[in-house]
Nanobody
């Protein structure tokens, strides 16, 4: 199975922007998303999106600042992060539903629960 591989993390000042990329989805990947985990905390769902774009979810803490998107032709998922804050510091993980699995994403929990494929993560550090 093709692995999910994230890139684009790094060090940025507060108020700055980063764009994370994730390669390794397939044309029949229904749901895609991102999680993050900060030191000493549990995993947090950041965003989840269906292939049809019918449903997109964001954590309250990132609404209005982060945007998830996908390029189906390139099997790549993106997370545009703007106006970054200190509390956004975390390891960010790309996630996807299994190839070919049809997922009903009408509820936010169902979307995140479908994301059982995970990448190795990319570090995002926001610091002045």
């Amino acid at each position: 199975q093709v692995q999910l591989v994230e890139s684009g993390g790094g060090l940025v000042q507060p108020g700055g922007s980063l764009r994370l990329s994730c390669e390794g989805t397939t044309s029949d990947t229904y749901a895609i998303g991102w999680f993050r985990q900060a030191p000493g905390t549990g995993r947090e769902g950041v965003s989840c999106k269906s292939r049809s774009d019918a449903t997109t979810y964001y954590a309250d803490s990132v609404k209005g600042r982060f945007t998830i998107s996908r390029d189906n032709a390139k099997n790549t998922v993106f997370l545009q992060m703007n106006n970054l804050a200190l509390e956004d510091t975390a390891i960010y993980y790309c996630a996807a539903s299994p190839p070919g699995a049809v997922v009903v994403t009408l509820k936010e929990d169902a979307c995140y629960n479908a994301l059982i494929r995970r990448g190795q993560g990319t570090q995002v550090t926001v610091s002045s």
